[in-house]
């Protein structure tokens, strides 16, 4: 039962939006400390527009749709997150394939997602960065689908893994964007990209509910 | 906040308006927000593109035009334009000849020009990139995103707009905006905050009796918060680690005293003068000088200076003809 489809996409895509609209306002106030106080205002606006990308009339594939939002980001963000965003979902796209794929197959995507973030923005662990969000997530994800745990399970894992990593950004001194400017200022302040990303991860509860009419 | 807008969130669009109505030389696409040259692509020569977030005027806008840039991408305040945008106006001024991106260091300009760049190549359009990092207020290391861009890049869009201009190829005018980049240095300070339209408050706060060193042009922070003093203190307090990054005994420099925006001229005056006395007890000769707000942001108070290391070539190409709104000579 653990099939992913478009439908499933685009709800964990709204989800997504749904997470970023609710926290907008402690997504500006994390990057005031640390960036340039638009991280909260930039994803609000990439995400409503994926959202009126899906209201009309998303891809009937999960690659295409993925392709599409990518490309809305890309368009619409700019900053640094705008290509990073919008790079993870041009990414996962090629490793879907069909019009449902399991959950091995949608965190393999995940992770494709991921290498070419770290291909874009060039971050190792531990720069205080989304990839400390994203990384320990989808090694979680792997390591619970690999033992057999159901998909709802193993998406909750890599949510809290998620969480842990976005906390765990705090005493780290940042060494990419605009929070490295400040050195040693950048410690204990969470990450405002770990925190979105961390937000991207809990939305994939919305993948496996709803399942099969209601 | 008092300012002159209609709306915060119209004001790149506005300014855009405003610089189409006021200036026939030059032609702005309002849905993908670049301003170009009328008369670009030109004919056999590279192309120039720079841009980045808005809030700097006239940088980007105001330096294109004959012996500078052919064209120049808007993004929103301080936030980096989209590779659509970069991408079109890439288009929009190749003539077959190249177009070389010329890119303030910072993690979105350099992610979104970068993202630009593999498109318009991927469509044929052969690109050069330069990233200009001349502010010395940041540690240059593996564990930051490198120095930012600032003042210097109209030093370099000048110097390789003129090495464009003369028919240069596409790989010539890189390396020597490359060249200005690597002879340049910057150290900035502020007075007062800046305030962005759609935040309505300024950025940070700054007591009466204090200036923020090493300032960026986004009202992020610098080195250190000192206490306010005369102009000739301020100028070896931005001098000193511009002096001591780039060995100058000897060389012949540009100067430039740039203003961010909120800075009458009259001081930026006063701030010259300390900084030519201070470059003349260095042994250091000014043979160009440049003083005025052209690297702003948005309404701070403060000012930077930027060193430039002059060669024969290089001041040449300085003292070649450029004909754009905000820098205008021999012609």
């Keep these: ?214 | 906040m008092k300012k002159l807008i209609n709306h915060p969130s119209d004001v790149v669009r506005d300014a855009l308006a405003g610089i189409d109505a006021a200036y026939p030389d030059l032609t702005v696409d309002h849905e993908l927000r670049f301003v170009r040259r009328a008369d670009a692509p030109v004919a056999g020569k590279v192309g120039l593109l720079s841009g980045g977030g808005s809030g700097h005027e006239p940088l980007h806008a105001g330096l294109v035009g004959h012996g500078m840039l052919d064209a120049a991408c808007a993004g929103e305040v301080f936030t980096s334009p989209v590779p659509d945008q970069i991408l079109a106006a890439t288009r929009a001024i190749d003539s077959g000849a190249g177009v070389l991106h010329i890119v303030k260091n910072y993690t979105g300009d350099v992610l979104n020009f970068e993202m630009a760049a593999e498109l318009a190549a991927e469509s044929g359009i052969e690109v050069a990139s330069v990233i200009v990092d001349d502010d010395v207020a940041v540690q240059d290391s593996l564990y930051t995103a490198g120095r930012r861009g600032v003042a210097a890049t109209l030093l370099v869009e000048k110097i390789a707009g003129a090495a464009a201009e003369q028919g240069r190829k596409l790989a010539d005018v890189a390396a020597i905006a490359q060249r200005v980049d690597d002879l340049s240095r910057s150290m900035g300070v502020a007075l007062t905050s800046c305030t962005v339209p759609a935040a309505g408050r300024p950025t940070f706060d700054l007591p009466e009796t204090e200036m923020e060193l090493g300032i960026g042009i986004h009202g992020e922070p610098g080195r250190r918060r000192v206490p306010l003093a005369p102009a000739a203190e301020i100028a070896e307090q931005l001098l000193e680690p511009v002096l001591a990054d780039l060995d100058l005994a000897g060389a012949d420099v540009l100067a430039f005293v740039n203003g961010l925006g909120g800075t009458p001229n009259i001081e930026l005056y006063v701030m010259y003068n300390e900084v030519a006395a201070i470059l003349a007890k260095a042994g250091v000769r000014i043979a160009r000088s440049l003083v005025g707000s052209y690297v702003t942001s948005l309404d701070m108070a403060g000012c930077s200076v930027t060193l430039l290391r002059l060669d024969d070539e290089l001041t040449a190409l300085w003292d070649a003809p450029v004909q754009t709104t905000a820098l205008r000579w021999g012609r």
């Design chain 1, 1 to 214: 039962m653990s099939a992913i489809d478009a439908a499933a996409v685009e709800r964990w895509l709204r989800r997504f939006a749904e997470l970023i609209a609710a926290h907008e306002a402690d997504l500006t106030t994390l990057d005031s400390a640390i960036g340039d106080a638009d991280h909260g205002a930039n994803m609000q606006r990439g995400m409503q527009a994926v959202v009126a990308v899906l209201d009309g009339g998303a891809a009937e594939q999960p690659a295409d749709l993925l392709r599409q939002v990518g490309m809305t980001l890309v368009s619409k963000v700019g900053g640094a997150s705008g290509p990073l965003y919008g790079t993870f979902f041009l990414r996962m796209a090629p490793a879907l394939s069909g019009t449902t794929v399991d959950g091995a197959a949608f965190a393999a995507a995940l992770r494709a997602g991921l290498n070419g973030v770290v291909a874009r923005g060039r971050a190792e662990p531990g720069d205080k960065t989304m990839f400390d969000a994203l990384a320990p997530a989808f090694d979680t994800l792997d390591a619970a689908l690999a033992d057999g745990r159901p998909l709802a399970d193993a998406l909750q894992a890599a949510s809290k893994a998620a969480d842990a990593g976005r906390d765990a950004t705090g005493p780290l001194i940042a060494r990419k964007g605009r929070a490295s400017y400040l050195g040693e200022r950048s410690v204990g302040h969470v990450d405002p990209g770990a925190t979105s990303s961390a937000l991207l991860v809990a939305a994939t509860a919305a993948l496996v509910v709803d399942e099969g009419p209601a």
